[in-house]
């Protein structure tokens, strides 16, 4: 990023409650560490334009546009890989990174855009994010775009942790990059229950209902607001971890499923000439 010293510092002063941890960080995080930003396991990874795996033929980090043209794009998308641009606002609360098409971007996106993420303290413990999708081109512009939270979680406390959710179904991509038919969700599921690794819970009703992360051993919960007024619709949280050590959660809303492309889980068409917003608030509660 071409400031990412104020990204990480804003995330910092934004990454902790009561003096503890957030927000998950690697340690030591140096400049060294941005030049394979994939590998980076903390923060809050932006997916877009296209979020997830997807598939032509059985190959990876391709799709297929209308025209039949094949497309190489990496998995969940460039913007977490390539530069943003960064400003502060005023009073120090608030961060706005932008990220518009260039020559990096046109082989395997070949469209206009601007995309922006937007971050603001409300207080000590309540975030807004906003990812906002505008469309400058002449021709309508395929995008689903998402978070990747990393929640810091020892991972001896997954067990006693845990995820309440509104009423939803469960989805997962099969390794050819199909998603799975819909099975009933639950309306809460342990963070030690290993099958909910990378797994989809996909709205079906209202999203006004709460989404709660309960992390008993840390006394916290954090809440996800995702009915924000004019916000796009959430199309799931997706739940992952990488492995039985990591020391972090990942609870993630997406816009879409992977290879919504073709198979249009959440797929969406910007018109030209035309803006979106997709917002939420995180908020931390104290539990006893």
Request: charge should be negative; hydrophobic fraction near 35%; proline fraction near 8%.
């Amino acid at each position: 990023m071409s400031s990412e010293a104020d990204v990480i510092e804003i995330a910092r002063d934004g990454a902790a409650a009561g003096g503890e941890p957030v927000i998950h960080w690697p340690d030591p995080l140096d400049s060294a560490a941005w030049a394979n930003a994939a590998k980076i396991r903390g923060g809050n990874p932006l997916l877009f334009p296209f979020l997830g795996r997807h598939f032509v033929d059985g190959e990876i980090n391709k799709w297929r546009d209308a025209e039949d043209v094949v497309h190489d794009l990496p998995t969940h998308g460039f913007a977490r890989n390539l530069p943003l641009s960064s400003t502060r606002d005023a009073d120090g609360h608030g961060l706005r990174m932008t990220f518009v098409d260039n020559d990096a971007t046109r082989g395997g996106y070949p469209f206009a855009f601007r995309f922006e993420a937007a971050y603001r303290l409300v207080d000590a413990n309540m975030l807004e994010v906003e990812l906002t999708t505008s469309n400058p081109g002449e021709v309508a512009l395929p995008y689903y775009a998402g978070h990747h939270f990393y929640f810091h979680l020892p991972h001896g406390q997954r067990a006693e942790s845990s995820i309440e959710l509104p009423r939803t179904e469960e989805r997962h991509q099969l390794p050819d990059g199909a998603i799975s038919e819909p099975t009933p969700g639950k309306p809460r599921y342990s963070l030690g229950d290993k099958d909910i690794v990378d797994v989809f819970h996909c709205f079906t009703g209202p999203s006004d209902a709460p989404v709660r992360v309960n992390l008993l051993g840390l006394k916290r919960s954090i809440g996800f607001e995702l009915h924000r007024p004019d916000s796009v619709p959430w199309y799931c949280i997706t739940t992952w971890t990488e492995t039985d050590n990591s020391d972090f959660y990942c609870v993630e809303p997406w816009i879409g499923l992977p290879d919504a492309i073709h198979n249009g889980h959440g797929l969406r068409w910007l018109a030209p000439g035309k803006t979106e917003t997709a917002s939420l608030r995180l908020i931390v509660t104290p539990i006893a």
